[in-house]
């Protein structure tokens, strides 16, 4: 029974991302070069502003140090081209691919957006925004 009462509080947000964003009606985000134009890009942040009721402040940069800007809170999401083997993978929560590419050398890119690991309700709000525009996009 103890352990049940535990689980009541779940998912966790222990630096308030969802509620941030849902008090202050605004979210930063971060977009890699040649992100911020695609439709898929436009949609989820269309998604999310309205699942969120919330307006998207975007800045767009260099990948590096827009991830860095996550890692340390001062960037709610990313949104870039991410390669499949990329080291981030084990600092940050990618949400699932909203398109993918094949490089010249053959090398895919998946375009997803990242949110800041332990952000659980964040991290749900931005994934399932991902998946309602990756499914769209299949139909």
Same mark, same amino acid.
């Given at each position: *029974? ?11 947000? #222990?630096?308030? =991302? ?12 971060? =977009? ?19 699942? *969120?009721? $919330? ?10 140090? *827009?991830?860095? $800007?996550?890692? /340390? ?13 990329? #080291?981030? /993978? ?12 094949? =490089?010249?050398?053959? =090398? ?15 991290? *749900? ?12 996009? $299949?139909?």
């Amino acid at each position: *029974m103890l352990a049940l009462a535990g689980c009541s509080a779940l998912p966790k947000d #222990p630096e308030r =991302t969802a509620e941030r964003v849902s008090e202050n009606h605004r979210f930063t985000v971060g =977009t890699g070069l040649k992100a911020d134009d695609r439709p898929e890009t436009r949609r989820l942040l269309g998604v999310l502003s309205h699942d *969120m009721r $919330a307006t998207p402040s975007i800045r767009a940069g260099e990948l590096e140090p *827009m991830l860095a $800007a996550l890692k /340390q809170g001062r960037t709610d999401l990313v949104v870039a081209w991410f390669d499949e083997a990329t #080291p981030w /993978q084990a600092r940050v929560t990618l949400g699932p691919p909203l398109a993918r590419v094949r =490089t010249t050398d053959d =090398t895919a890119l998946e375009l997803r957006a990242a949110m800041r690991n332990g952000e659980n309700r964040w991290i *749900m709000a931005v994934e399932r925004a991902s998946r309602r525009v990756a499914t769209e996009r $299949a139909s």
